[in-house]
């Protein structure tokens, strides 16, 4: 198990750009055999959300739909620090943005939260229009 602490979180217009930091803390060992960790989003009265994803080891990434063209995930392995660059924000981005770490994943279940066993709290996102 890993500590996961999100930061970055604001509130901005419509149009607007944020950029989510996630900071890694945890042995070393812990740390280098995470395989997938992803960003998820909850708002208020919906489900959580699979919303990026990225391989540790390789940087391959994924991406739900909903922000597929307008987000990017990226990572920083001597940070030991995960991004989300979010761009072209909208109101329906709003919620509580939380980044997560698994250590083995089915490769169909890569956006399922059921699948990641470390949480960070979550930094709030709010679009106004």
């Known amino acids: 198990q890993v500590q996961l602490v999100e930061s970055g979180g604001d509130s901005v217009q419509a149009g607007g750009s944020l950029r989510l930091s996630c900071a890694v803390y945890g042995y070393t060992y812990s740390i280098t055999s995470i395989t997938w960790m992803a960003w998820f989003r909850q708002a208020p009265g919906k489900e959580r959300e699979g919303i990026a994803t990225?391989?540790?080891?390789?940087?391959?990434?994924f991406y739900a739909d909903s922000v597929n063209g307008r987000f990017t995930i990226s990572q920083d392995h001597a940070k030991n620090t995960l991004y989300l660059q979010m761009n072209s924000l909208k109101p329906e981005d709003t919620a509580m943005y939380y980044c997560?770490?698994?250590?083995?994943?089915?490769?169909?279940?890569?956006?399922?939260?059921?699948?990641?066993?470390?949480w960070g709290q979550g930094t709030q996102v709010t679009v106004s229009s």
């Open positions: 997560a770490a698994t250590w083995s994943i089915r490769s169909d279940k890569r956006l399922d939260a059921a699948e990641y066993k470390s």
């Open positions: 990225i391989y540790r080891s390789g940087g391959n990434t």
